[in-house]
């Protein structure tokens, strides 16, 4: 559960200029004389909407026609898309464009039960026409494209369509030459009437009737084959390629919180359906899944619906990578702890619970001020959020994630956080850290107690932790001076590089946090 805050990345990181207005819209009309080109992809036969699907066959070789691909997209009353990265891409060499994607997508429901394991049978049931849109971000120049794309499931329970991903892992993203396509899969972001965290957002085709117009979203229902119809036209590109010249050797399916809880649904259900993705990152999900068929026969899904417990599958033929933090172990209020389902780690399945980190920070509040001043933790109402480690952690995992599913060997196995109180807790050390799980300077040499807890009443600030500064006096018996801490970051990132949870990259960047900080006071 992601709210929409946009902006830039911390002044320690950042990597450009940054301009950005938070923006909300879910489905919208479109000017048609936006686009600058469409084409149709070869054939997945096409059914007029809401019609009985059971006879369709689920094999992606006979799903027939790919959806037309239009774009890229231009002009609207904004300018600009929705989501519009708020750095400056183009001096990392990068573009960003945006494409149309419309077709006629298929729903899904359980053959027999949903069960834990997660080994789940799925057939199809109607179809329905769609219309939607892909965020593209790719390097310029082909030749600084590492041949990897990931593809992020964009989140919606801010009420509009967010990229939680690319913003704590963007820095990683960009120096490593991914592309990246952000999909609009869900209803809420597109045409909007669902739960939202958020206030004040409104679904695309509000936000910039002129360019978001002529979309359409049948429901969630149809989400999942959307997400794989999308990723199609990366594999399989028709007249118009959305990647431009590069030819993606590699995917990635990626998702957020509640995108994270239906890219589980994904894994378990759909996937096997397909050889599309070459791997999967699964970031801050609960112990559940989400929900295959709207309850009640709504477009919009229930965050809180679906299996309660899935595991990932045990068939796995490519890659999962599970990323955790404090909050989500513990769990999210009304979800299951991931801590219930933690199943051991093999040659297809990893699981990293991270030390000292909340399901969201200020390291995207920051990002979002920075293009969007006030949008902090103050204007949310809430207090002392989490100031931990997340982003440097997720820079590690996306590049490990790319290499193992080039063929490099699976990233480094991660301790499980250590609980307590029969898992209602996680046992704590001396300066009220969490043992236990992927550490990193900020625990292991503190300036503050870092928790994937808070004490808000207030959900959304419930998601954002607490930090909790050291005082003075507990700084000074810490460090005694300012080179004793600096040395002790210094060694213990180099600790965190050697067990393979922060990237030589990113290791002189820690450092030189260490010695701008004022320790001790």
Known sequence: MVLNLRGTMNVRRTVGPLSFALAASVAAFADAGCSSGDAASPTRALTDASTDASALLPDASDAGPLPTVTGPITGGSMGKPFTAAPIDLASFGYVEEEYFIEGNATAYAFVGTAGSDGMWSVKPTTTAHYKTRMLVRHPSDKTKFNGTVLVEWLNVSGGVDDDPEFSFGHVELLRSGFAYVGISAQAEGVVGGGFSLGTGGVPLIQWDPQRYGSLQHPGDNYSYDMFTQATEVLRHPGAVNPLGDLTPVHLIGDGESQSAFRLVTYIDAIAPLHELFDGFFVHSRSGGAAELVVAGGGKTANILGGPSVANIRADLTVPVFQFETETDV???????????????????????EVAGTSHADEYLLDYAAQGMPGADAGSLGCTDVNSGPQHWVVDTALNEMNSWVTGGAPPAKGAPLTLADAGSGLAKDAEGNSLGGVRTAAVDVPIAT????????????????????????QLLALYPTHDDYVNKVTAATASAQHAGFILAADAPLVVQEAQAAPIPQ
């Open 450 to 473: 870092y928790s994937g807890q808070s004490t808000s009443s207030n959900v959304l600030c419930s998601l954002f932790g607490s930090t909790t500064p050291f005082t003075p006096a």
């Open 330 to 352: 513990l769990g999210i209020e009304g979800l299951t702890p991931f801590f219930s389902i933690r199943t051991p780690d093999s040659d297809r399945l990893r699981s990293w």
